[in-house]
């Protein structure tokens, strides 16, 4: 687009206004109005929603079953302390996941025939659990092992989530993993071999160094999705945020806890979304310009 | 081959015997000797594709050879059982694309190989990596990153990180054919002072000029083969081989000699 110099817009400049470089090509006056043109263009629209949504016959009784504020008032304190459940979870399992993950993705890119077997272990497990669906690998662990009655086995259900959710997200990060050591040019490796280093000293101060730092948005977006994953574990019995609600909602005969639930994770995950957007956009600027750091 | 050393620690800098290479079905190198004495430089020159940069692959062990021998001090390198690490210790190599690492510091790179294949003490390490980089007019881009550098800056702190393993014998791989013109002149001033300082090289090029000034002896690669050795004088003076006189004639013709 050419610099808008004012005077009436035409719509290839609407178009055009609307991508991300829009408002650093034109001038200050046309990027008012573009900010303008999408503050009134949101409001109404969702202004409309909001008003199909009221002015539905069914509104005042969903109201009254999901948006009631002494439920809401009564059970939010409860689902937020079964909150730290997740917490604890999620932290658990996430470092697990990033150690477990990174051994599975060093082991499928191991080269040469005598590393097959091993490779092929790597192999079935990435495929096994990213074939399962999450809640079955959750069931068939957290009732199955226990189940089995063998003697100093735990029978904590907390345990069986926290290694099923890290077997089934292992396997979804080794995969970021090796995508980023692959991503890494075979002239680096070379460049550490030629300098007399082992393989394991060229993977561990060359290579990795180089495709962590490229997938840890991946990674993060990963991250987002194990979060919300946590809920899965109340069906094996840990009593966290999910169960709690479903605790609440029992009680009251409302559904006002499921929302207040929701508005936790809103409030938890959208930071994270924010911040893997943003190293995004910032990775982008750096290849750019030319920058690999 | 009695000539290439009984043992470790005898014979000449590098011996090459009867090297074959093929990736695939692609033969590149088809029966390489070659000898290259101590404090001696020899280069490399040849159209691309001729095998030069498959060569001083071979020679680092970066390729595994499909048939021949590699004998280095009277150490054959390409026996089976010998310990890679420790022979590439011994043998540098400097790249065209320079292939420094891009998230360490301009000293890290140099101490990578002292600290983590010799096992030397970072303080020890840095010290000596310094002393190089105040050699080669590095000293005031010790911290700074490979992305800060100019590609000649770059290939030169290339040049200090295979020289801080104390090499034996070291490869460069058109070295300079990576770089803008007017950074070449600072490049080709850092291997005149190795050579004159006794390194012994093995130095692929297609700097015509360079080579004759800088070479005890040229060979002209083609098609995998060594076609014609000698002094710079035979070969760019009086290039006995068609073959060698057409390459020259064309390298002429550009202007690059």
Same mark, same amino acid.
């Given at each position: 687009?050419?610099?808008?110099?004012?005077g009436?817009?035409?719509?290839?400049?609407?178009?055009?206004?609307?991508g991300?470089?829009?408002?650093?090509?034109?001038g200050?006056?046309?990027?008012?109005?573009s900010?303008?043109?999408?503050?009134?263009?949101?409001?109404?629209?969702?202004?409309?929603?909001?008003?199909?949504?009221?002015?539905?016959?069914?509104?005042?009784?969903?109201?009254?079953?999901?948006?009631n504020?002494?439920v809401?008032?009564?059970?939010?304190?409860?689902?937020?302390?079964?909150f730290?459940v997740?917490?604890?979870?999620?932290?658990?399992?996430?470092?697990?996941?990033?150690?477990?993950?990174?051994?599975i993705?060093?082991?499928?890119?191991?080269p040469?025939?005598?590393?097959?077997?091993?490779?092929?272990?790597?192999?079935?497990?990435?495929?096994?659990?990213?074939a399962?669906?999450g809640?079955?690998?959750?069931?068939?662990?957290?009732?199955?092992?226990?189940?089995?009655?063998?003697?100093?086995?735990?029978?904590?259900?907390?345990?069986?989530?926290?290694?099923?959710?890290?077997?089934?997200?292992?396997?979804?990060?080794?995969e970021?993993?090796?995508?980023?050591?692959?991503?890494?040019?075979?002239?680096?490796?070379?460049?550490?071999?030629?300098?007399?280093?082992s393989?394991?000293?060229?993977?561990r101060?060359?290579?990795?160094?180089?495709?962590?730092?490229?997938?840890?948005?991946?990674?993060?977006?990963?991250?987002?999705?194990?979060?919300?994953?946590?809920?899965?574990?109340?069906?094996?019995?840990?009593?966290?945020?999910?169960r709690?609600?479903?605790?609440?909602?029992?009680? =009251?005969f =409302?559904?006002?806890?499921?929302?207040?639930?929701?508005?936790?994770?809103?409030?938890?995950t959208?930071?994270?979304?924010?911040?893997?957007?943003?190293?995004?956009?910032?990775?982008?600027?750096?290849?750019?310009a030319?920058?690999?750091? | 081959?009695?000539? +290439?050393?009984?043992?470790?620690?005898?014979?000449?800098?590098?011996?090459?015997?009867?090297?074959?290479?093929?990736?695939?079905?692609?033969?590149?190198?088809?029966?390489?000797?070659?000898?290259?004495?101590?404090?001696?430089?020899?280069?490399?020159?040849?159209?691309?594709?001729?095998?030069?940069s498959? +060569?001083?692959?071979?020679?680092?062990?970066?390729?595994?050879?499909?048939?021949?021998?590699? #004998? #280095?001090?009277?150490?054959?390198?390409?026996?089976?059982?010998?310990d890679?690490?420790r022979?590439?210790?011994?043998?540098?190599?400097?790249?065209?694309?320079?292939?420094?690492?891009?998230?360490?510091? #301009?000293?890290?790179?140099?101490?990578?190989?002292?600290?983590?294949?010799?096992?030397?003490?970072?303080?020890?390490?840095?010290?000596? @990596?310094? @002393?190089?980089?105040?050699?080669?007019?590095?000293?005031?881009?010790?911290?700074?990153?490979?992305?800060?550098?100019?590609?000649?800056?770059?290939?030169?702190?290339?040049?200090?990180?295979?020289l801080?393993?104390?090499?034996?014998?070291?490869?460069?791989?058109?070295?300079?054919?990576?770089?803008?013109?007017?950074?070449?002149?600072?490049? +080709?001033?850092?291997?005149r002072?190795?050579?004159?300082?006794?390194?012994?090289?093995l130095?692929?090029?297609?700097?015509?000029?360079?080579?004759?000034?800088?070479a005890?002896?040229?060979?002209?690669?083609?098609?995998?083969?060594?076609?014609?050795?000698?002094?710079?004088?035979?070969?760019?003076?009086a290039?006995?081989?068609?073959?060698?006189?057409?390459?020259?004639?064309?390298?002429?013709?550009?202007?690059?000699l």
């Amino acid at each position: 687009m050419s610099a808008y110099r004012g005077g009436p817009l035409d719509p290839g400049d609407l178009v055009s206004l609307r991508g991300p470089r829009g408002p650093r090509l034109v001038g200050e006056r046309t990027a008012l109005r573009s900010t303008l043109v999408a503050l009134v263009s949101t409001v109404v629209f969702f202004g409309l929603v909001g008003w199909i949504i009221v002015s539905s016959p069914g509104w005042p009784a969903v109201q009254r079953s999901f948006l009631n504020a002494e439920v809401f008032g009564k059970s939010f304190p409860a689902i937020v302390r079964s909150f730290w459940v997740n917490i604890q979870l999620f932290l658990i399992a996430e470092v697990l996941i990033l150690a477990l993950g990174l051994v599975i993705a060093v082991c499928r890119s191991l080269p040469g025939p005598v590393f097959f077997p091993i490779r092929f272990l790597a192999t079935v497990f990435v495929d096994v659990f990213r074939a399962l669906p999450g809640v079955l690998v959750i069931y068939i662990l957290g009732f199955g092992i226990p189940g089995l009655g063998l003697a100093g086995i735990p029978i904590d259900p907390f345990f069986y989530a926290v290694v099923a959710l890290t077997l089934i997200y292992s396997a979804y990060v080794s995969e970021v993993y090796r995508a980023g050591i692959e991503s890494v040019h075979p002239s680096q490796e070379a460049a550490a071999r030629s300098l007399g280093l082992s393989r394991f000293q060229a993977l561990r101060h060359v290579i990795l160094p180089q495709a962590i730092r490229r997938v840890i948005p991946p990674l993060l977006n990963d991250f987002i999705g194990l979060q919300k994953d946590t809920v899965l574990v109340s069906y094996i019995g840990v009593v966290e945020i999910f169960r709690q609600s479903y605790i609440k909602q029992a009680g =009251n005969f =409302n559904f006002t806890p499921y929302m207040a639930t929701a508005l936790v994770f809103i409030v938890v995950t959208i930071p994270l979304a924010r911040l893997t957007d943003w190293l995004i956009a910032r990775d982008k600027r750096r290849q750019a310009a030319g920058r690999v750091r | 081959m009695r000539e +290439l050393g009984g043992g470790p620690g005898g014979g000449p800098a590098l011996g090459i015997e009867g090297l074959h290479k093929s990736f695939g079905k692609l033969e590149v190198l088809l029966g390489i000797d070659l000898v290259l004495h101590q404090h001696e430089v020899m280069c490399l020159i040849g159209a691309s594709g001729s095998g030069k940069s498959t +060569l001083l692959r071979c020679v680092n062990l970066l390729e595994p050879i499909d048939a021949g021998r590699i #004998v #280095v001090e009277g150490e054959e390198i390409t026996a089976p059982g010998v310990d890679v690490n420790r022979i590439r210790r011994r043998i540098g190599i400097v790249f065209q694309a320079f292939n420094l690492f891009p998230h360490m510091s #301009v000293l890290d790179n140099v101490t990578l190989g002292p600290r983590k294949a010799l096992r030397k003490p970072r303080a020890t390490a840095e010290a000596e @990596a310094t @002393a190089l980089l105040e050699r080669f007019g590095l000293a005031d881009k010790r911290l700074d990153f490979p992305d800060r550098l100019s590609g000649g800056q770059q290939q030169r702190v290339a040049i200090v990180r295979a020289l801080a393993m104390s090499p034996d014998l070291l490869l460069l791989d058109e070295v300079t054919s990576a770089l803008d013109p007017e950074l070449i002149a600072e490049v +080709l001033a850092v291997i005149r002072e190795l050579a004159a300082g006794g390194m012994t090289m093995l130095i692929a090029t297609h700097e015509m000029g360079f080579a004759r000034d800088i070479a005890n002896r040229v060979c002209f690669l083609d098609a995998g083969r060594i076609l014609e050795e000698g002094t710079p004088a035979e070969i760019f003076g009086a290039p006995r081989e068609e073959r060698t006189r057409r390459f020259l004639q064309r390298i002429v013709e550009a202007g690059r000699l």
